[in-house]
């Protein structure tokens, strides 16, 4: 199991004031925090801090807390159903080790957390540049609790900061193919890349684009997540899609994976293909893994499952749609317009900025959007009735998406957030939404960094993914089946020889 941690800038802001004092005075706190269990991470997302009352700390170079003050917030832990963790910090920089008095703080406290709240204490040290180290205290044996480093710890607000693990950060052998790319922006950036792990939600034309970017510019890992199949009509726009592969109606992620082994420079790289939908409990375990998501699919239900998992589990989801309109009289081009954004707390979401119809939720949920008479009875001009595509509008929202992560990632000056950006392709003009935090009335700030209490549950069962599954069992089964009769026909062919 891999570990990290997770925090809102909001809730890191506030810490780094408390616990970085003038003149390298050290000083602590207690946070409560909540799990966000993946496919092989856990995380834990610290969600408030439970700041010291004066009497409640002693603060001599060196600070400690009284009995009182743990008490206090382990019960705070146990009404709020959360883990408790200890934050402090040191005057150096970069990620911290642990000194002998903080061993024993910690390590002194983790039975009394266990038993409270049923999950490990966690400890995080600040250092003086707002670098965060932290560790999981596990149980191994009765009474006996060792540490367990995180391999990084994550600030999600206005950008994404990371601190690595030491080994992890231990720079990367970087293969020659990336000397262009690490001359634009560093070794720093080009080892976040490389330690990183991206989804790519939806193995289609975007995606697909999307995909070879990330590998391109030497992301270590990247997961795919699409239960679809390879069609003729997807040729005019799926980047490495054959005709062959539409004819053994191949899954595109594995499509897409074979490719991207071909194209990666990491130099450790590693690509997942899953066939699942990110509304199944398994692609929604596998994409909490991720360190950001780029959401390429269009429809209500997975969109408003990537929108609850940047706000509730703390994962930038980068999302974009292409809106095509055709007069129908004439079939000639009205309109083309493409959208790029990044939804994470601090910045709106995709419910506030209309990316998908909240009604339309349940309504596929409930398998309607699957059934042609439904469909058939929307106005002409719903969306859902309009699925044109053109492979050039592609590249262009893919590359918005690209750039939207890069800001991200690179802040160049300091310029993490390019906001909402709308592109119009008749007017080739770029505008950005002028709304820039949630409605007052969204639900998705109050699931900030609940993680997996939050009070909703978005995954179920998906009729579509499960019969494109079963579907492509048969075919895999009646390949090989032919393939073994081929083969008893030559070998009997050989023999009559
Ligand atoms: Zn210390
Ligand atoms: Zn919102």
Same mark, same amino acid.
């Given at each position: 199991?891999?570990?990290?941690?997770?925090?809102?800038?909001?809730?890191?802001?506030?810490?780094?004031?408390?616990?970085?004092?003038?003149?390298?005075?050290?000083?602590?706190?207690?946070?409560?925090? $909540?799990?966000?269990? @993946?496919?092989?991470?856990?995380?834990?997302?610290?969600?408030?801090?439970?700041?010291?009352?004066? #009497?409640?700390r002693r603060v001599h170079g060196n600070a400690s807390f009284t009995a009182a003050y743990f008490e206090r917030a382990l019960g705070e832990a146990i009404r709020a159903k959360a883990g408790l963790a200890f934050?402090?910090?040191?005057?150096?920089?970069?990620?911290?080790?642990?000194?002998?008095?903080?061993?024993?703080?910690?390590?002194?406290?983790?039975?009394?957390? !266990?038993?409270?709240?049923?999950?490990?204490?966690?400890?995080?040290?600040?250092?003086?540049?707002?670098?965060?180290?932290?560790?999981?205290? #596990?149980?191994?044996?009765?009474?006996?609790?060792?540490?367990?480093?995180?391999?990084?710890?994550?600030?999600?607000?206005?950008?994404?900061?990371?601190?690595?693990?030491?080994?992890?950060?231990?720079?990367?052998?970087?293969?020659?193919?990336?000397?262009?790319?690490?001359?634009?922006?560093?070794?720093?950036?080009?080892? $976040?890349?490389?330690?990183?792990?991206?989804?790519?939600?939806?193995?289609?034309?975007?995606?697909?684009?999307?995909?070879?970017?990330?590998?391109?510019?030497?992301?270590?890992?990247?997961?795919?997540?699409?239960?679809?199949?390879?069609?003729?009509?997807?040729?005019?726009?799926?980047?490495?899609?054959?005709?062959e592969d539409a004819l053994r109606k191949r899954p595109k992620v594995d499509v897409l994976a074979d490719a991207l082994r071909h194209s990666a420079t990491a130099g450790q790289f590693s690509v997942e293909p899953?066939?699942?939908?990110?509304?199944?409990?398994?692609?929604?375990?596998?994409?909490?893994?991720?360190?950001?998501?780029?959401?390429?699919?269009?429809?209500?239900?997975?969109?408003?499952?990537?929108?609850?998992?940047?706000?509730?589990?703390?994962?930038?989801?980068?999302?974009?749609?292409? +809106?095509?309109?055709?007069?129908?009289?004439?079939?000639?081009?009205?309109?083309?317009?493409? +959208?790029?954004?990044?939804?994470?707390?601090?910045?709106?979401?995709?419910?506030?900025?209309?990316? $998908?119809?909240?009604?339309?939720?349940?309504?596929?949920?409930?398998?309607?959007?699957?059934?042609?008479?439904?469909?058939?009875?929307?106005? #002409?001009?719903?969306?859902?009735?309009?699925?044109?595509?053109?492979? @050039?509008?592609?590249?262009?929202?893919?590359?918005?998406?690209?750039?939207?992560?890069?800001?991200?990632?690179?802040?160049?000056?300091?310029?993490?957030?390019?906001?909402?950006?709308?592109?119009?392709?008749?007017?080739?003009?770029?505008?950005?939404?002028?709304?820039? #935090?949630? !409605?007052?009335?969204?639900?998705?700030?109050? $699931?900030?960094?609940?993680?997996?209490?939050?009070?909703? !549950?978005?995954?179920? +069962?998906?009729?579509?993914?499960?019969?494109?599954?079963?579907?492509?069992?048969?075919?895999?089964?009646?390949?090989?089946?032919?393939?073994?009769?081929?083969?008893?026909?030559?070998?009997?062919?050989?023999?009559?020889?």
């Open positions: 199991m891999i570990y990290s941690v997770a925090l809102p800038s909001t809730v890191h802001k506030s810490a780094i004031n408390h616990l970085l004092r003038e003149g390298g005075q050290e000083d602590l706190c207690f946070a409560l925090w $909540y799990s966000s269990s @993946g496919k092989t991470r856990t995380t834990a997302l610290v969600q408030r801090l439970i700041l010291p009352l004066d #009497e409640e934050m402090h910090s040191h005057p150096a920089r970069g990620w911290q080790g642990m000194s002998h008095d903080d061993i024993v703080a910690e390590q002194g406290h983790a039975a009394a957390v !266990k038993a409270a709240t049923g999950l490990p204490f966690v400890g995080l040290t600040a250092g003086t540049d707002e670098a965060w180290s932290a560790r999981f205290w #596990e149980k191994i044996a009765p009474r006996t609790y060792e540490c367990r480093w995180c391999d990084s710890v994550r600030v999600i607000g206005d950008k994404l900061a990371f601190t690595l693990h030491p080994d992890l950060a231990r720079l990367p052998v970087f293969r020659p193919e990336l000397e262009r790319t690490i001359s634009a922006w560093g070794v720093e950036i080009q080892s $976040y890349l490389a330690n990183m792990t991206v989804g790519v939600v939806g193995a289609g034309s975007v995606g697909n684009i999307v995909a070879e970017a990330l590998a391109r510019m030497g992301v270590g890992h990247i997961r795919l997540l699409d239960f679809d199949r390879v069609e003729l009509l997807n040729l005019d726009r799926l980047l490495f899609a054959t005709k899953l066939e699942w939908s990110i509304v199944e409990e398994e692609g929604f375990r596998a994409a909490l893994d991720c360190d950001v998501l780029f959401s390429c699919v269009d429809r209500p239900l997975p969109r408003f499952v990537l929108n609850f998992i940047a706000y509730a589990h703390l994962i930038p989801v980068i999302d974009g749609g292409i +809106r095509i309109r055709v007069n129908p009289k004439t079939t000639k081009l009205r309109h083309a317009d493409w +959208r790029a954004h990044t939804v994470m707390p601090s910045r709106p979401c995709l419910e506030c900025l209309e990316q $998908y119809d909240p009604g339309l939720v349940s309504v596929e949920r409930d398998g309607y959007l699957d059934d042609p008479s439904y469909i058939a009875g929307l106005p #002409e001009t719903h969306s859902l009735k309009h699925n044109e595509n053109v492979f @050039g509008f592609s590249l262009s929202v893919a590359s918005f998406e690209v750039l939207q992560f890069l800001s991200l990632i690179v802040a160049p000056s300091g310029l993490s957030n390019p906001g909402a950006q709308m592109y119009h392709f008749v007017t080739s003009t770029l505008d950005k939404d002028e709304l820039e #935090e949630c !409605k007052p009335t969204c639900l998705f700030p109050s $699931y900030i960094a609940m993680g997996d209490a939050a009070p909703i !549950k978005v995954t179920g +069962r998906h009729a579509v993914a499960e019969n494109a599954r079963a579907e492509q069992r048969v075919t895999t089964a009646s390949q090989g089946w032919f393939v073994s009769l081929w083969k008893w026909v030559c070998s009997l062919v050989q023999k009559m020889k």
